[in-house]
């Protein structure tokens, strides 16, 4: 405790220093963008520096509150957060909610404030929770929740925040006993969404949620992958592992709901141990082929599997240009074919060395 304080201190005694400097460069005709790390970094320290470092900022938004007064809703939300992480949960509450309403009064005059509102929002439910206030902290996360819906109508950038507000609420639903409640907000967000690979999105996101291999899990999952389409590469090697994690809490529990969902067993990839991926990765990145080679005798058995083509697909799925798999692909048939000395000496024959000199 004695180590924050001192730290505050002289924080408090930088931002204090910074802001009379400032002040004096903005009464001098200075515009207050015209120096650039004061205009981007002084509500920082100012933040850092707790209830005086803020004070001193007032002074700024008093003289330039068009300028300043988003400064000032910054550091306040950051002070809230850096009161809750050291502890000072109580005192983290009013900054945060001056946040809010400031946040709220720029939004007034310019919409561009709205995540920054939505975000702010979010703060203050949790740190309502953190404090025991946990009705209260239902009404801000719920805003937040309307908040991103509304940005991701212009702009599906936003939709990750999207799902984080609607964990955020679904867990502050359950401390206050509405736990049925928070299915109807996903499923109001989904009915609004245009774009399927929006709602797979969301759907996977809905799913982390889910006690992992109950029939809800598996909805969703099958119902998102269902919306998914070859370009959708990145969204699909994301929904491969989420679906990899959830069935490792419980195997045999999510592969009989998969199967009565579906009507059909787990698909490969679904069954694909995760080390074996990472070890097909360590392979992939041997400095060259006689490197590779030796790693592969070392681990044989994990990387000439039925599953090895299975991982190289899953890792693919990362890859911009997946084509630059095909010698692996045609070299590990060669192994089991003719052997790994043999393969190797036909493969440095017919190509490059694709893993360097």
Known sequence: MAERRVEEEVASRIA??????????????????????????????????????????????????????????????????????????????????????????????????????????????????????RQEAVAPAEEAVNTYRELVETNPAFLPDLAGALNNLGILYSEVGMNDEIDGHWDTVLRSLEQPRAKAFLLIRRAETRTAGSPTVIDDLLNAQAMLVDDDRDLIADFHTICRTLRGFSPTTFDAAWLDKSGCMPPAWLLLDNDRIELMVQWLKSETWEIGKRFLAEHRDGLLAGEAETALDEIALYLDDPSVLEPYYSLLRQVRDIGIEEAYQAILSSTEDLMGD
């Open 16 to 133: 204090l220093a910074l802001i009379e400097y400032y002040i004096g460069l903005l009464g001098g005709g200075c515009s207050p963008h015209d120096h650039r790390y004061l205009w981007n970094y002084v509500w920082q320290h100012c933040s850092v520096a707790g209830e005086r470092g803020i004070t001193a900022l007032r002074k700024l938004v008093k003289f330039k509150p068009d300028a300043f007064l988003p400064d000032l809703a910054g550091a306040l939300n950051n002070l809230g957060i850096r009161y809750s992480e050291v502890g000072r949960r109580q005192e983290a509450v009013a900054p945060m909610e001056e946040a809010v309403n400031t946040y709220r009064e720029l939004v007034e005059t310019n919409p561009a404030f709205l995540p920054d509102l939505a975000m702010a929002l979010t703060n203050l439910g949790i740190r309502y929770s953190q404090v025991g206030r």
